[in-house]
T-cell receptor, first 112, second 114 residues
């Protein structure tokens, strides 16, 4: 089971780019990397997912190096509404078992 | 609104009580999950169901008993819980079972065991 490590907290000013890195040294071949955002009193919400290289959608980018032992979530020009906890997830399904590990989360605080 | 609803949103129960948490998904998904989220701990996967069949039970104590009567509904039956079971219980669903399937989470049930 892949173990994930991410910073406990980060602060950023509005308008800046924020990069949050998650380490997953023993990621398996079949594992995908997914990032979720969670606001207080809500369930996590999908942000972006990747397997390798770079993925970009309308809200974020995900950078995954060739060895896949880490991944970096990039949030461009953050606003106050991006203040939340961000989780990385490494997961795969195979051989009748779900291998799934959430990180402990990074609490992002955006400052005006 | 994620298409996954959970009731109740808050629950306080004594250690001798029996209660149930309910989850319903309106997304036509085939897989449903129960997670436990405690303060300062990562999300813990408890149970996974696929097409109403339990496919994963991550060493969860027997005082937690899941039930999936159909692919849209998932229950978590609780009995003789301990104070350390107090947590946010999250339900999620996904189209199927695969590491690249996006999971859609409900808002959770905040459980307090006295």
């Amino acid at each position: 089971l892949a173990k994930t490590t991410q910073p406990i907290s980060m602060d950023s000013y509005e308008g800046q780019e924020v990069n949050i890195t998650c380490s997953h040294n023993n990621i398996a071949t079949n594992d995908y990397i997914t990032w979720y955002q969670q606001f207080p009193s809500q369930g996590p919400r999908f942000i972006i997912q990747g397997y390798k290289t770079k993925v970009t959608n309308e809200v974020a980018s995900l950078f995954i190096p060739a060895d896949r032992k880490s991944s970096t979530l990039s949030l461009p020009r953050v606003s106050l509404s991006d203040t939340a906890v961000y989780y990385c997830l490494v997961a795969s399904w195979g051989a009748g078992s779900y291998q799934l590990t959430f990180g402990k989360g990074t609490k992002l605080s955006v400052i005006p | 609104e994620t298409g996954v609803t959970q009731t109740p949103r808050h629950l306080v129960m004594g250690m001798t009580n029996k209660k149930s948490l309910k989850c319903e998904q309106h997304l036509g998904h085939n897989a449903m999950y129960w997670y436990k989220q405690s303060a300062k701990k990562p999300l813990e996967l408890m149970f996974v169901y696929s097409l109403e069949e339990r496919v994963e039970n991550n060493s969860v104590p027997s005082r937690f008993s899941p039930e999936c009567p159909n692919s849209s509904h998932l229950f978590l039956h609780l009995h003789t819980l301990q104070p350390e079971d107090s947590a946010l219980y999250l339900c999620a669903s996904s189209p199927g079972l695969a590491g690249n399937n996006e999971q859609f989470f409900g808002p959770g049930t905040r459980l307090t065991v006295l």
